[in-house]
């Protein structure tokens, strides 16, 4: 069974930092790309930031690059996403989806792409 699920999540106060991960198993192949999405109260999910399990190759959308991190841990089979600088529009539910369509060293047009398997999402919370 393919699964994505998410934690870390929690209550900052702005210009603070949190780090999400995302456990990800039962993918048998090694060139699919794990991604962050998220979604605020009253607003259509976003893509965050995404990464290629097999090249490494990392994707972020223009309102969290130098802030936002994501990296992975193959041995724990582990995406995660360290989050800096944290504003209070950053609240949203966060979740990490997966994408087996992905195809290393092709153009990827990150975030409007669809995934494969999504997980739970985890609640961030900025207070200003």
């Known amino acids: 069974l393919s699964a994505a699920a998410a934690s870390g999540g929690g209550l900052v106060q702005a210009g603070g930092s949190l780090r999400l991960s995302c456990a990800v198993s039962g993918f048998t192949f090694d060139d699919y790309a794990i991604a962050w999405f998220r979604q605020a109260p009253g607003k259509e999910r976003e893509g965050v930031s995404c990464?290629?399990?097999?090249?490494?190759?990392?994707y972020y959308v223009d309102s969290v690059k130098g802030r936002f991190t994501i990296s992975k841990d193959n041995d724990k089979n582990t995406v995660y996403l360290q989050m800096n600088s944290l504003k209070p529009e950053d609240t949203a539910v966060y979740y990490c989806?997966?994408?087996?369509?992905?195809?290393?060293?092709?153009?990827?047009?990150?975030?409007?792409?669809?995934?494969?398997?999504w997980g739970k999402g985890t609640l961030v919370t900025v207070s200003s």
């Open positions: 989806a997966v994408d087996t369509a992905y195809l290393a060293g092709r153009p990827y047009p990150f975030p409007d792409v669809d995934m494969s398997y």
């Open positions: 990464i290629s399990n097999s090249d490494g190759v990392t």
